[in-house]
């Protein structure tokens, strides 16, 4: 549970109106809506939730610190309570927001990144590119159907799908099968800061990879999406 006082309280869960709702792919939502001039760290999440109830959840910011919007990207689950809630709100409703708290955030001046996202898990890598334009990185998607991709323009061509379920993208597999390909043909510059945030499935077996390839445990970082 996250800690405010009274007076921040107050401010932090004043009801933010929906900007829109988008199905960006099957049971796949971008959802925006107002910022009220929040500051916040790319790489950082918001525990988002509805007027009047006390259920919610933490998403990673998908937009911007330039942008004066937040945006979250979300999967819409059958046995999921907030996310059917979620997917069915339209411009003019409203959401709230705890936060933003965390520190899944880029060191100072880093040379080079590798990015490795599974699903939505992708979310604090856009708001890195997409606050800081210039930032020399690579990254790595899985996911299980072409529809799930994300715009490769978005990354300047930094961008690898990585499509497990059908045919489609850079790669047709696993990212973690990618990854290891890729390492035994093109080892890692050792400085190289490497970021993982997904499934703890998929964490757990890049992390072990990259650490056997030599990359320094300071300079693995990772958040794991449930």
Same mark, same amino acid.
């Given at each position: 549970?996250l ?23 099957a049971d ?16 950082q999440f918001l525990?988002v939730?509805?007027?009047r109830e006390?259920?919610?959840r933490?998403?990673?910011?998908y937009?911007g610190?330039n942008?004066d919007?937040?945006?979250i990207?979300?999967?819409?689950m059958p046995?999921?309570?907030?996310t059917?809630r ?9 959401v709230?927001a705890?936060?933003?708290e ?6 100072? /001046?880093?040379?080079? !990144?590798?990015l490795v996202? #599974? ?8 708001? %890195?590119?997409r $606050? +800081?334009?210039?930032? /020399?990185?690579?990254? !790595?998607?899985?996911?299980? #159907?072409?529809?799930?991709r994300?715009?490769?323009?978005? %990354?300047?061509? $930094? +961008? ?8 489609g ?12 390909e890729?390492?035994?043909?093109h ?6 800061h ?6 703890c499935?998929?964490?757990y ?12 445990l ?8 449930f």
């Open positions: 549970m800690s405010f006082s009274p007076a921040a309280a107050a401010k932090q869960l004043a009801p933010l109106r929906v900007l829109s709702n988008t199905e960006i792919a796949l939502f971008l959802l925006r809506f107002e910022r009220n001039d929040r500051s916040f760290e790319p790489g525990a939730g509805l007027p006390t259920h919610r933490e998403y990673s910011i937009s610190v942008d919007f937040f945006e990207l979300f999967r819409r046995d999921g309570y907030l059917m979620l997917a069915e709100l339209r411009p003019g409703d409203a709230i705890e936060g933003p965390g520190s899944f955030t880029l060191p100072d /001046s880093p040379e080079h !990144l590798l996202a #599974t699903g939505t898990g992708i979310s604090p890598f856009h708001c %890195y590119a $606050s +800081y334009p210039d930032l /020399s990185f690579r990254l !790595l998607h899985g996911v299980r #159907t072409v529809g799930e994300a715009d490769p323009a978005e %990354y300047g061509g $930094s +961008y690898v799908a990585c499509v497990s379920r059908e045919m993208g850079e790669y047709h597999g696993r990212v973690t099968s990618y990854l290891k890729e390492l035994a043909a080892p890692l510059d050792p400085t190289t490497c970021f993982l945030c997904g499934n499935d998929m964490i077996e890049v992390y072990a990879l990259l650490h056997r390839y030599g990359v320094p300071d300079r693995l970082h990772t958040e794991v999406y």
